[in-house]
């Protein structure tokens, strides 16, 4: 997706680039940049400067919670999901599965996706 539409509809996508981070912190553990890579996989492009300030927002709810480790000469912070991180994805997850089915059903060009 490119640049500007992405910060168009930021409100809009922002919650499931969150979802995103944590099914992926839930997988395993996650550093800033791999994930910012993994995004961009799936045509979200974030920078760093959109990507930490989240990620920091995410474990100060507690939805993650990270620690820091030595990798040659930088600290990388790496994130893993807590108990409410889990939580809160299987009630998004519910609520997703769902809408997916709606949408789906009602997509107003007609095409499937
Ligand atoms: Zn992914």
Not at 1 to 13: A, N
Not at 24 to 51: C, D, F, K, N, V
Not at 86 to 98: C, N
Request: no cysteine; aromatic share 8%; proline share 3%.
């Amino acid at each position: 997706m490119k640049d500007d539409l992405m910060q168009e509809h930021h409100d809009l996508l922002s919650g499931l680039v969150r979802l995103h981070v944590l099914h992926h912190a839930a997988l395993q553990e996650i550093y800033g940049q791999w994930m910012i890579e993994e995004l961009a996989e799936h045509g979200y492009r974030l920078s760093p400067g959109t990507l930490y300030p989240m990620l920091h927002a995410m474990e100060r709810k507690g939805y993650l919670v990270s620690r820091k480790e030595r990798d040659g000469r930088v600290w990388r912070k790496y994130y893993q999901i807590t108990e409410k991180g889990l939580e809160g994805l299987a009630v998004a997850q519910r609520h997703l599965g769902e809408l997916i089915k709606e949408t789906m059903k009602r997509n107003p060009q007609g095409d499937s996706l």
